[in-house]
């Protein structure tokens, strides 16, 4: 049997954060060797007790859970709690979490990781503001070289933004740390708003979670019923986008999805345009690739798997 493949997930949990983390911790290909923290869609304090009550849902107490940053890089935090609800994880009655955090920092824990294990062997797999991550690459260059990849939720090119008219959340609230990722040099799969906005969770697609009818399963339509109701306002859709699971599914079935090798750069000049990310789709700028940047995915596929999982 081949060994599960090494991941860190670094997140802001919020509803899809959630389900992203579920299914990866469903997922014997995966070892989920910690799990990062950071100040995105409600405030750190939120997201790291989140995170701990999510491992606790799965039954998996055994997930080292660490703290990380608690604003932006340059910029004051933009939270979103008009989307996720005042506790970022609202809709089920889940209860306060008794595991407790690591006490090493978060971003400490993600370069000992990658100093630690073998080069080429570790996966990032951000799913908020990319803060933890520019600051380990900040604390320890070498790291780069060593990180297998990076696939990541976050920007948008054909749907440009959600938060801003040019901007997805995540790159949006610390685009200067988007920037420095995305000048790393390590390889990068971006999952946009281009291939979320076609992830819904249609009526029939949360019906189908619910009916698994285990603890996980209900909880799960019921992150969901309360995540699309603000998504389905915005957009008139039948269920809103299910973004950050497409991240755990890429490394489970990456022919759930197509794409390009583009080059992508962050705007973090611009108050206008900030945190957009220029995706050189058609390569028209002579610079060279990036990121391997998704645009289609087969949403059947994504939520059988995402089912058949939980
Ligand atoms: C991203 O922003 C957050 O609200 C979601 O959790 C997702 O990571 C979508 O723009
Ligand atoms: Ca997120």
């Not at 790291?48 to 606790?56: H, R, V």
């Not at 600051?135 to 801003?164: D, H, S, W």
């Amino acid at each position: 049997m081949t060994q599960p493949a090494k991941i860190i997930i670094d997140t802001d949990p919020g509803q899809d954060d959630a389900v992203a983390i579920l299914l990866a911790l469903a997922s014997p290909e995966l070892e989920v060797v910690g799990i990062t923290a950071v100040a995105g869609n409600v405030p750190l304090a939120l997201t790291e007790k989140n995170a701990l009550k999510i491992c606790e849902l799965a039954g998996r107490r055994d997930i080292k859970v660490f703290s990380g940053a608690i604003r932006p890089l340059m910029r004051a935090l933009v939270t979103a709690e008009e989307v996720h609800g005042k506790t970022g994880l609202n809709g089920p009655d889940l209860p306060e979490p008794t595991m407790t955090l690591q006490d090493e920092y978060a971003v400490d824990f993600i370069v000992r990781t990658l100093m630690n294990e073998a080069p080429g062997t570790v996966t990032l797999c951000p799913l908020g503001p990319l803060t933890n991550i520019a600051l380990a690459l900040i604390r320890e260059p070498k790291i780069a070289e060593r990180i297998k990849q990076i696939v990541l939720m976050g920007g948008g090119y054909f749907e440009q933004g959600n938060v801003t008219p040019s901007a997805e959340f995540n790159i949006y609230v610390d685009p200067h740390a988007a920037d420095i990722v995305f000048r790393s040099g390590v390889p990068i799969v971006m999952m946009p708003l281009d291939v979320t906005h076609k992830a819904l969770t249609t009526r029939a697609r949360v019906e189908g979670i619910r009916a698994i009818n285990t603890p996980v399963g209900k909880a799960t339509a019921e992150l969901l019923d309360f995540f699309e109701r603000y998504d389905e306002r915005k957009y008139g859709t039948d269920g809103g986008p299910l973004h950050d699971p497409c991240v755990i599914a890429y490394l489970l079935k990456p022919g759930l999805f197509s794409g390009r090798d583009c080059n992508v750069a962050i705007e973090t000049a611009s108050e206008l345009t900030m945190g957009a990310t220029v995706v050189d789709w058609w390569g028209v700028t002579g610079r060279p690739a990036n990121a391997k940047v998704m645009r289609d995915i087969d949403a059947d596929g994504f939520f059988a798997l995402l089912t058949e999982r939980l």
